[in-house]
């Protein structure tokens, strides 16, 4: 292929087939012959080549369509009026909100995930480790850091556990003074898992669901989770819905993520490191959130934290 075909070719095998099989024979119908090296005006037989992806789009009559969209899932169709989303990008990201540390089952300490993520060029982030006992000395520690710091500041949070009854593995008195609250599934994911989340976003101190449906990819299939009723209490009560960046979680999935956003529902994308480098998987998250076609405002933490706390229940 010659290099002015480039754009042709590169949107030829980017995919997927059923974005480009729709998207060919729509072109027939405008008497067109798309391929790998060019697109064809069949009546006269011209031969036009590219070097872009964005001017095959253009001729083809649409508004470039970012790779992440290329589903046959309403993309050409949006494309066509011009309605394409503008999609969420990685330094659109603020802060991190879900992240542990040697206070309970991460790899390193309080100062060096805080350090990290300010190097990310954060300005917050939410610890969230799972409690062990130790929550007041874990926030003395908070405050002193804080202190160093700033402006950075690191918010008091924790992840609760979302008990086989519902309940959640620290009571609400404690729940209410923390900063943010994740509660999540860990265990027993065949005892009615809806149920469950339901009765956290009940709860006036849970913030945020963690990784709904706690699949792991290639170890164990996600729970059972009634998405449908999940995300009108979502919006009902003003829960958060994370993506949970972890390249085996990817949870929500990209379609739930996708319905979550239209029904309202503001997702945090979430590393949920355990050691410094996972805090990079967070653009495994951003790449979830755009293939669910969530914009800057519909993905939680491109926020700065005041603004957040806002929009806490
Ligand atoms: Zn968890
Ligand atoms: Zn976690």
Redesign the pocket.
Known sequence: VPPESYGNLLQHFTGSKDHNVALRERAVKDGLSVSEYSITVVESGDELRYGSEAEVYERLGYQFIPPELRENAGELEAARKGELPKLVELADIKGELHCHSTWSDGRHTLEQMALAVRERGYSYMAITDHPRGTLAEQDLEVDQLNERLKPFRILKGI?VNIRVDGSLSLPDGELAVRDWVIA?L?GAFDRNPTERVLAAMDNPHVDCI??LTARKINIRPPAEIDFESVVPRAVETGTFLEINSQPNRLDLRDTHARLAGEAGVKVAVNT?AHELRALQHVEMGVAQARRAWLTKDQVLNTRTWPQIEKLLK
Request: net charge negative; proline share 0%.
């Open positions: 992840e999540s860990h963690g990784h949920d």
